[in-house]
């Protein structure tokens, strides 16, 4: 994830380059001291770094120019089409009834095609880790000494009140569009507009309505409706990026009723080298196995 020179940034580089060279009526008559010297090499190379760092992130590029579902599901799905493996560093938020706030620094670590792992802990002391493999999901909950076994959108569903059933959990959590020209069939509305592009889909428990920037072909809203139209869940996707050649959100929220999962990304890194032990999920004996159906 890359930096962002902000106005505050470059005030405390012009402080430092100030210090640098302050009292440009006494460097006329002497020559800077090495220390000096020095320091302002730092600063410049301080500033070289900002810079190079913002270079490898960027805004989101256009899109190839489309017209039709099919070319923008096609779009979509390329663009991750060489995505092996996903580090993600962030903030999560949940809240539960509207009322009750909890937060506390996650960790995902995603390998193609189904492999996900999640650590989530506060000041150094770990809440909980899960481990998702195929069709099932294994949450460590070491303060409750529990282990959960079971599909992943009931365990979570246990865990959050969140149903992610609806997007796929790696999909879910990661901000990645689950879309891909085998959704084809289900799309029943294309209405592409000056700035946005609306998609509609039915599904056979559900209806999706999708919210999509028109220029950068990025997902930002993605609605979830029942067979009689009631809305169930919500999600939001923002703040998109480029980083390693992929377009991906810093700011994901879910939203069902007055519940609420939101991640902040503070960092990416693709295509990492993972090992496969990374993915095994260690619990001690003496924890209470729950197998959830």
Known sequence: MGCVVTPHTSQVASRKLQVAGQHPHTQEKSPRSPSMRRFGGFCMLYCAFMLLGCATTGKVPPAMPYTTAAELLHIMEARYDSLRSLQTRAQITLKLDGIRENRAGVGFLYQTPDHLRIDIGSFGVSIMTAVAHHDTLEVYLPRENNHLVGPPEKVLQTLTGVNLAYYNLNHAVLGLPNLSPLDLPKVTQ????????????????????????????????????????????????????????????????????????????????????????????????????????
């Open 190 to 293: 294309f209405l592409p507009g000056a700035h946005q592009v609306i998609l509609e889909l039915n599904y056979t428990l559900w209806k999706r309505k999708l919210v999509i920037d028109r220029r950068s072909a990025t997902l930002l809203e993605d609605y979830i409706f029942d067979l009689d139209g009631k809305l169930v869940s919500r999600r939001v996707l923002s703040e998109y990026y480029q980083t390693g050649g992929f377009v991906l959100p810093k700011h994901i929220e879910i939203h069902q009723g007055a519940d609420l999962i939101a991640i902040d990304v503070k960092t990416h890194r693709s295509n990492i080298d993972i090992l496969g032990r990374d993915f095994r999920m260690l619990v001690p004996g003496d924890v209470r196995r729950h197998d959830i159906q």
